[in-house]
Every structure is written in C-alpha cells, then in structure tokens.
C-alpha cells in the first residue's frame, strides 16, 4: 500500500474507475467468500452511497 493512504484521503482506483474517501484502513474478511484481506482499504464515494473495499492495495492513485 502506497505510504499516502490514511484515512481522510482521496483516492481513485484505477482498477475499477471509482474515486472515494478512504474510511478505513485494516484487516477485513469478505462475509460472502470468507476471503480475509491484511490490510485493507475501505473507500466510500465523497458525499453519499455505497463504500467498497479496494481489493488491489498499491493501485490506489491520489484521488
């Protein structure tokens, strides 16, 4: 995971073309596949709507 990410910033996800605002950062297990990710970041779009788990950590570019 790039050094920048701290909760607060802004980031884009070039993987998946989505901006957001990291909420947090931290172990995390998917409750679908039981898939459990180290270091997690979670981002939720600025303003309002559904949050997602950036599943690349070191793709995230200042967003």
């Given amino acids: 995971m790039p050094g920048w990410v ?12 989505r901006r957001g605002i990291v909420q947090f ?10 898939v459990s990710y180290a270091n997690a970041v979670f981002a939720r779009p600025e303003g309002s709507g559904l949050g997602c788990i950036v599943e690349a950590p070191s793709s995230p570019e200042h967003g």
């Avoid at 701290?6 to 073309?17: A, H, K, Q, V």
């Fill in 6 to 17: 701290s909760e607060g910033t802004p980031i884009f996800d070039p993987l998946e073309n």
């Fill in 25 to 34: 950062i931290g172990e995390y297990e998917d409750a679908t596949t039981r």
